[in-house]
């Protein structure tokens, strides 16, 4: 899951048209370069690389995490999401990347009831089928840098506990940003379903189904079903939060 970068394996600085790279943006001293995603989930799915030349691994770190919220605070519309899969989360390169997709109508996440954790952390409503570490961020200088460290922390303690996860970034209707990490079961990724592989996108409450039938056969049971097939089990849940309430 911490597997460093390998410039052998395909990678964004393996991209040899020029038409592919979007723009730039810098944030500080941060810059990230948006890309285009060649397998797109939606319209307008793009890619956004932290320092491309670096060549940082799929790794969330306090840069990493800051430049999210920042650059969800930049569009104007309200219905822009970032994602980010860990590796042996559905992460298919380890080279940085946020997932941007802008989906044009409020999903489950962008306003779903939180309930109190510790401290500034909250965790989703036990009505979704899996749980996720949320915190809430007002678009200010110095909440954004406390709550970036804050999160850091969470993410250092599942790479310690070897726990991979999933993360989706939205707003909600009084313009707070959200920033979801959801724990999660290792995906074997040598096995592909005909539906959906739960995995960042899914989390949002948006469901890419892979072909027509699976589609058709799809209802909000089995929806819950596919993404509660995926959460780490209650013991294991139970020493990552007691963990985490003595690190925050």
Not at 79 to 103: D, E, G, K, P, T
Not at 104 to 119: G, R, Y
Not at 169 to 193: C, G, H, L, M, Q
């Amino acid at each position: 899951m911490n597997e460093e970068f390998s410039s052998e394996r395909f990678q964004f600085l393996k991209i040899k048209n020029e038409n592919e790279f979007l723009f730039k943006m810098k944030t500080g001293n941060f810059t990230a370069t948006a890309i285009v995603n060649v397998s797109p989930i939606e319209w307008g799915h793009f890619l956004l690389v932290a320092e491309l030349e670096s060549a940082l691994k799929q790794r969330l770190t306090f840069d990493s995490i800051r430049l999210g919220i920042e650059t969800i605070n930049l569009f104007q519309n309200p219905h822009m999401r970032l994602m980010f899969n860990s590796l042996l989360a559905w992460a298919s390169v380890n080279h940085f990347h946020y997932h941007c997709i802008c989906y044009p109508t409020e999903l489950i996440l962008d306003n779903i009831a939180l309930d109190p954790f510790h401290k500034e952390i909250k965790v989703i409503s036990s009505s979704y089928p899996l749980r996720a570490l949320v915190t809430e961020i007002k678009p200010i200088e110095s909440e954004i840098n406390e709550k970036s460290k804050i999160l850091e922390k969470i993410i250092n303690v599942l790479y310690d506990m070897d726990i991979a996860h999933n993360v989706v970034i939205t707003r909600s209707k009084e313009n707070i940003t959200r920033f979801f990490i959801f724990p999660r079961v290792k995906a074997d990724t040598s096995i592909v379903s005909q539906c959906v592989d739960p995995a960042c996108v899914e989390f949002s409450g948006q469901f890419p189904c892979k072909d027509e039938e699976s589609w058709q056969k799809l209802d909000f049971d089995m929806a819950c079903t596919l993404l509660g097939s995926v959460k780490i089990d209650e013991k294991l849940e139970a020493t990552l939060f007691d963990r985490l309430k003595k690190s925050l």
